[in-house]
């Protein structure tokens, strides 16, 4: 038979039994948030950076942003810029129509959603017939992080889609668009620049090599460089 126990015994253990049940309830009660801190849980597929209610941006739908903005993914370099605070993020379209090699001091991170893309780039350590012009090709789903300050032309293919991160640029960082000759290889022309917005600048340059003949001819041999890529997908 079971003694009783003492009533100081018995009222120490319902002290420690009632603190214990508070702990677990401070512990797995969720807190509520004001509803000014709640955000909204909707796709986000405009243009334009949204902000919840809270201030923080809403995500982005792709396939839903695509469809209604894919037409926004124009040559020559068919990207757009959705965002460019704290990180630059570009999603890029095909075909292009760059032929330069852009060199800037920080990385960048590509990812393919939808079909493959070639990165062209000039790997000086790479051991290869065709050193240093080195092709890499990124399919459909794969990702591929670029160091910084290797010179690099990315070929974007018909009814291919991309994205791409950059970090911003020091404030004493240069970019370079450097293009090179398609007979000798050579260095055909070189632009630098302070790069403050990736949506708009290369573009630029890219446009203005185009229409500048004197820029394009190639000083060794006297090849036309040209401002299309040549290749299949």
């Given amino acids: 038979m079971q003694r009783p126990l003492r009533p100081a015994v018995a009222a120490a253990r319902r002290l420690a039994t009632t603190a214990t049940s508070r702990r677990r309830a401070i512990i797995h009660t969720p807190a509520l948030a004001p509803v000014s801190h709640v955000f909204a849980t909707r796709f986000f597929s405009s243009t334009v950076a949204a902000l919840g209610v809270g201030g923080l941006p809403l995500p982005i739908n792709l396939p839903k942003w695509l469809a209604e903005n894919g037409h926004l993914l124009q040559p020559p370099v068919n990207n757009y810029c959705v965002t460019n605070e704290h990180m630059t993020v570009m999603i890029v379209g095909g075909p292009n129509a760059r032929t330069d090699y852009h060199i800037n001091g920080t990385p960048e991170w590509f990812y393919q959603y939808k079909g493959r893309m070639l990165l062209k780039v000039i790997d000086e350590e790479h051991d290869s017939p065709t050193k240093p012009f080195r092709d890499i090709y990124i399919d459909e789903g794969e990702m591929f992080l670029l160091p910084p300050n290797v010179p690099h032309n990315p070929v974007r293919f018909a009814n291919t889609v991309g994205?791409?991160?950059?970090?911003?640029?020091?404030?004493?960082?240069?970019?370079?668009?450097?293009?090179?000759?398609?007979?000798?290889?050579?260095?055909?022309?070189?632009?630098?620049?302070?790069?403050?917005?990736?949506?708009?600048?290369?573009?630029?340059?890219?446009?203005?090599?185009?229409?500048?003949?004197?820029?394009?001819?190639?000083?060794?041999?006297?090849?036309?460089?040209?401002?299309?890529?040549?290749?299949a997908s």
Wanted: aromatic share 6%; glycine share 8%; proline share 4%.
């Fill in 163 to 231: 994205i791409v991160l950059e970090q911003p640029r020091p404030a004493d960082s240069v970019d370079k668009l450097r293009w090179y000759c398609q007979g000798c290889g050579g260095q055909v022309h070189e632009k630098s620049f302070h790069c403050t917005n990736l949506g708009t600048q290369i573009k630029e340059a890219v446009n203005a090599f185009k229409e500048d003949e004197h820029a394009r001819t190639c000083k060794k041999c006297g090849t036309l460089c040209d401002v299309v890529p040549k290749h």
